[in-house]
T-cell receptor, first 113, second 113 residues
Framework: KAGVTQTPRYLIKTRGQQVTLSCSPI?????VSWYQQTPGQGLQFLFE???????NKGNFPGRFSGRQFSNSRSEMNVSTLELGDSALYLC????????????FGSGTQLSVL | DQQVKQNSPSLSVQEGRISILNCDYT??????FLWYKKYPAEGPTFLIS?????DKNEDGRFTVFLNKSAKHLSLHIVPSQPGDSAVYFC????????????FGKGTRLSVIA
């Protein structure tokens, strides 16, 4: 079974631009979560989708948004990029609505110049 | 306000010895705890978990201990191997996994041959 796939792996943007990151969960997994990892800050929860509905949302500004499609694939969008948005963005999937075990992708490394 | 704390950013251990990674939490609603391991350029991978109804869970060389009264858990790796060198994240969830995982900032373990 293929793992969680995130594209692209690396991305360089400039301030003010917007970006869309993509995540394909493990086949059969219906829940997708997004996390931001910055040096020394651990993983900060962004949002979680289950069956195309946002189930939980973290404490991030409205510039961060996401969605999930009927095939469980998910995208997250960041508008009006700021330098502080430079981070590793990780997507994780789980089989059901429980977060008892998340399977993570390798992440998208976003650099904002 | 950090709900999950890993107070040691790094730890060095000799190969063959025991590695002990610690984690403290503040939210008494947390009832499910997990450890994830992360290598550079890869997403975190699930290592071991424990429910609040237990105080110990073992899986091969890895054992997690939970002390609910102290709101403390630890991960023991015996014996430590060079391949264990990675960043270890402690995570917690409330509602038996139905809320987003809250992660600590991680501890970088270096196992020296």
């Amino acid at each position: 079974k293929a793992g969680v796939t995130q594209t692209p792996r690396y991305l360089i943007k400039t301030r003010g631009q917007q970006v869309t990151l993509s995540c394909s969960p493990i086949s059969g997994h219906r829940s997708v979560s997004w996390y931001q990892q910055t040096p020394g800050q651990g993983l900060q929860f962004l949002f979680e989708y289950f069956s195309e509905t946002q189930r939980n949302k973290g404490n991030f500004p409205g510039r961060f948004s996401g969605r999930q499609f009927s095939n469980s694939r998910s995208e997250m969008n960041v508008s009006t990029l700021e330098l502080g948005d430079s981070a590793l963005y990780l997507c994780a999937s789980s089989q059901d609505a429980s977060n008892e075990k998340l399977f993570f992708g390798s992440g998208t490394q976003l650099s904002v110049l | 306000d950090q709900q999950v704390k890993q107070n040691s950013p790094s730890l060095s251990v000799q190969e063959g010895r025991i590695s002990i990674l610690n984690c403290d939490y503040t939210n008494s609603m947390f009832d499910y705890f997990l450890w994830y391991k992360k290598y550079p350029a890869e997403g975190p991978t699930f290592l071991i978990s424990i429910s609040s109804i237990k105080d110990k869970n073992e899986d091969g060389r890895f054992t997690v201990f939970l002390n609910k009264s102290a709101k403390h858990l630890s991960l023991h790796i015996v014996p430590s191997q060079p391949g264990d060198s990675a960043v270890y994240f402690c995570a917690a969830s409330a509602g038996s996994g139905n809320t987003p995982l809250v992660f600590g900032k991680g501890t970088r373990l270096s196992v020296i041959a």
